[in-house]
């Protein structure tokens, strides 16, 4: 499926009017967690007629964060998952305002003198590709609702905190906080970085059951774009542009249609260590401008926007020696949590939802649910553990730090180009084409 170049080329999708009919197969689904990769997850397995129930920690469903960007291969794991949920997605999506930015994913700025340029030079730009879109872009709190659209509510409960799985004679019961208990053939934990699924699938001993601090923090916050464009001028205010130096970078990207923009500036922690039980802390602009005090006059200007920014740690989960134990399996940030330096967290959980649905749906009874967790963990968990380690890689290269590279303008601009093009480039019905083949082929 090619990914759309705008959202004219939707109109030949099919529209949702009314909830597509379950054919009920003699299996369920217990999806454990509601964010971005649940969901898709639950769309895939809906359109796809696999009975499921999604259990949700909070009250409601919510996103923490303001703005996700999704690549070319997250466009494309949308259509796969379900067409009407593309459709919706680009109704909703902020793209870079200049139409020549159109396949632009980010131009990068010096934001400081060093071996990349003078500050305020522009030095590189990164391009999808003719015909792709660039960057894509828009309020989480507006994509989870369009997922939530495309969800029956009968199949849904909230304040249902996994805490604990067992195996049945005919599939997992789930202990949840409140005492409670749930039970399904199999159960798929997409309950995120801090997932309690992962330690039942790996062992509570193993220190991969266990967010890692990655030794970097994040400023995060949301500024009215015309206050941007009167300092910064609107190329750089209407579009994505990241600016780098040394030990940090910034990165600015319209939302909401272009009428905000979301900020994120990152630094890495002196001593490494995070050892506050929060991972968001409210902070004012001083401790901001202390951090970028050296930097060059555009970066100032960004962050004398940033009145009240929260400060996020960065967590991303050690290697899982595998996603999958029994009927259980680990999907999305349950799986393969990453930093956010490729912007490609959010899309490798929907392509994990295409597959795995896409997999179940080859299934006939319950005695191959096991077979094709087996399959989703051949196929998905060396694509999205290079995502954790290349993700970790590459916010070193922000930062002027890349083994090898540094400020070397020549090196970093190679590097930036190819540790982008395996994730946007890869075709997913290729790897479900395989997925298939061993799911149905000789069994070891």
């Known amino acids: 499926m090619r990914c759309p170049s705008d959202s004219s080329t939707l109109n030949s999708l099919p529209k949702m009017t009314s909830p597509i009919p379950q054919h009920e197969k003699r299996f369920s689904i217990a999806i454990i967690g509601g964010g971005i990769g649940g969901l898709s997850l639950a769309i895939g397995l809906h359109k796809r007629h696999i009975p499921f129930h999604l259990y949700e920690a909070a009250h409601a469903f919510a996103e923490v964060g303001a703005g996700v960007s999704f690549g070319p291969n997250s466009l494309r794991a949308m259509g796969l998952v379900h067409p009407v949920l ?34 305020e030079e522009h030095f590189h730009e990164l391009t999808t590709g003719e015909g792709v879109l660039g960057m894509c872009c828009t309020h989480r709190a507006v994509f989870l609702d369009q997922l939530v659209s495309l969800v029956p509510s009968e199949t849904v409960s909230f304040k249902k905190r996994a805490v604990g799985i067992e195996e049945t004679s005919n599939g997992v019961r789930i202990i949840f906080e409140d005492g409670s208990e749930g039970s399904a053939s199999a159960a798929v934990g997409c309950d995120g970085v801090k997932s309690n699924v992962r330690k039942w699938v790996l062992g509570k001993d193993d220190p991969a059951s266990y967010p890692s601090f990655t030794g970097r923090y994040a400023y995060r916050s949301i500024l009215p774009t015309d206050q941007a464009a009167n300092l910064l001028g609107d190329e750089a205010a209407r579009n994505s542009v990241m600016w780098i130096g040394k030990q940090g970078h910034i990165l600015t990207i319209p939302i909401e249609k272009g009428e905000l923009l979301n900020v994120v500036a990152y630094k890495p922690k002196k001593d490494g260590k995070w050892d506050d039980e929060r991972w968001v802390l409210s902070r004012d602009r001083k401790h901001v401008e202390d951090d970028y005090a050296d930097w060059g006059d555009s970066v100032k200007k960004i962050v004398s926007l940033m009145e009240k920014p929260d400060v996020w740690a960065i967590f991303d989960h050690p290697p899982a020696h595998t996603y999958y134990k029994g009927r259980t399996c680990l999907s999305g940030d349950a799986a393969h949590a990453s ?11 929907i392509e994990d939802a295409y597959i795995m649905a896409s997999l179940l749906a080859e299934v006939e009874d319950e005695k191959g649910i096991e077979d094709a967790f087996r399959v989703f963990d051949f196929v998905r968990r060396p694509r999205t553990q290079r995502l954790v380690n290349s993700s970790r890689e590459t916010g070193k290269l922000l930062d002027c730090e890349g083994e090898d590279i540094g400020e070397d303008r020549e090196k970093w601009i190679a590097k930036m180009t190819e540790s982008h093009r395996w994730i946007w480039e890869k075709n997913l019905e290729e790897d ?9 082929g000789p069994k070891a």
């Open 86 to 119: 593309l459709e919706r997605y680009m109704e909703h999506v902020t793209y870079n305002a200049t139409p020549s930015k159109r396949h632009t994913w980010f131009d990068y700025y010096a934001g400081m003198d060093s071996g990349l340029g003078k500050a």
């Open 339 to 349: 930093t956010p330096h490729h912007g490609a967290g959010a899309g490798m959980a």
């Open 432 to 440: 479900l084409e395989v997925a298939i083949g061993v799911l149905k």
